[in-house]
């Protein structure tokens, strides 16, 4: 029996990757193709591959299970239910998030995964098997996400608004500044790889290492861009403005790729590590280090999610919100990558998905109002809300199918 789970549990988890990559590419990729920086075609290249290679080398070879994130330990002890609970939960929110890139509107694919344990700990357990202080925190980061990173990308717009497009010389203003937003941006890309991750701890860095060697290879990195812009002063200039913050996004949108393929990997492939370690053992424990294999497996249907489905989520959140230019999507960027560093070290659980959001319409709102298309931000909304009870509801009728069948 332990075996047909697993098996099951390998192929539920592949599945989940693959609508991740299918949903959550939008989060790093849809201000680029929005503002033109790159082709559709490009962006589901470049986020699959990158997506791929965050999972594989930086994502986490040890995690912490959802499991005991969301439920009382103590309440759900039997190794066997446990296992059909991670089951149910990685098909139920499977299930969703491919409802919601069918329907190209962006989820948190965290969120969904959450939902759906919730769901399995009350059908297994009662109300009192779930931890209600982490789902509260959980519903105010929908408010917390994107109102931050949509203040962040506003500000930061705004400031190149007023520092450069509206300057006499906006061109030669934005050659002296570009280079400064653009390693204020690899700083903040550098200290989110590098402190308290698992790749700062493989390379040995404490928070003030990590905080010297971001600094030095961004300053590195901006006086190398404003040497780049001199000599491409020519080509550059016919274009304006627009064409250096073009480069820039690219850059920004790639490492945005890069550290979702790391982060998000593990939902679809801790619960897959958590059969496989019960499998092992026939035990349950708070911390379960994660086979490299799962990782490469679950890198590799994340990447064929981006390039078989990614195109449906990019749409809506590149070009229906607002309309995007390379400012205004470099500032997407910057906001989204900006908000989800500061309050991942606040312990805050935060959604890329829905900071991405927030600084999409942050950027539209610089322009007034108008600029922002209310209905699809209604519409998106609305699928955040009830993200929670249709990845939980699915997931108790999931879990006692399974029940009966191997219990």
Not at 179 to 207: A, R
Not at 319 to 336: A, H, K, M, P, Y
Request: net charge positive.
């Amino acid at each position: 029996m332990f075996e047909i789970i697993l098996v099951l549990g390998i192929l539920a988890g592949v599945y989940m990757a693959w609508n991740i990559g299918a949903n959550d590419v939008a989060n790093a990729m849809a201000s680029a193709v929005g503002a033109k920086a790159i082709t559709l075609r490009q962006a589901v290249i470049i986020g699959g591959v990158l997506d791929f290679v965050g999972a594989t080398v930086i994502g986490s070879h040890v995690t912490s299970t959802i499991l005991h994130k969301i439920l009382e330990a103590r309440v759900i002890a039997d190794p066997q239910v446990m296992m059909l609970g991670l089951l149910a939960a990685l098909l139920s929110a499977a299930f969703w998030v491919f409802f919601a890139t069918w329907s190209q509107f962006p989820v948190s694919t965290t969120h969904s995964i959450v939902g759906a344990v919730v769901g399995f700990g009350i059908i297994a357990g009662g109300f009192g098997a779930i931890q209600w202080g982490k789902i509260i925190a959980i519903i105010l980061s929908w408010i917390i996400s994107p109102i931050f990173a949509g203040l962040l990308a506003y500000l930061i717009f705004v400031v190149i608004r007023g520092s450069i497009l509206r300057r006499p010389e906006p061109f030669l203003a934005a050659l002296k500044l570009a280079p400064v937003f653009l390693g204020s941006t690899i700083f903040i890309i550098l200290i989110s790889l590098l402190t308290k991750t698992p790749l700062g701890e493989n390379l040995h860095m404490g928070v003030r290492s990590g905080l010297i060697v971001s600094l030095a290879v961004a300053t590195v990195i901006g006086v190398g861009a404003r040497s780049w812009l001199s000599r491409t002063i020519r080509q550059v200039e016919e274009a304006g403005v627009e064409e250096i913050f073009k480069k820039f996004q690219i850059l920004t949108s790639c490492y945005v790729a890069l550290a979702h393929g790391a982060n998000d990997v593990a939902n679809a492939v801790g619960p897959v590590a958590g059969i496989y370690i019960i499998f092992k053992t026939h035990a349950l424990t708070e911390t379960i280090p994660v086979p490299t294999f799962l990782l490469v497996l679950g890198g590799i249907f994340i990447a064929i999610g981006v390039c078989t489905w990614g195109y449906k989520v990019i749409e809506t959140l590149g070009s229906r919100i607002t309309t995007l230019t390379n400012t205004r999507g470099f500032s997407v960027d910057f906001g989204t990558a900006t908000s989800v560093l500061i309050a991942s070290k606040m312990g805050l659980p935060v959604s890329t998905t829905h900071a991405a959001v927030g600084a999409v319409i942050g950027v539209g709102l610089a322009g007034g109002l108008a600029a922002v298309d209310f209905k699809v931000v209604g519409k998106i909304t609305l699928y955040w809300l009830i993200t929670l009870p249709l990845a939980a509801v699915p997931c108790m009728v999931i879990f006692k199918i399974l029940e009966a069948i191997f219990l």
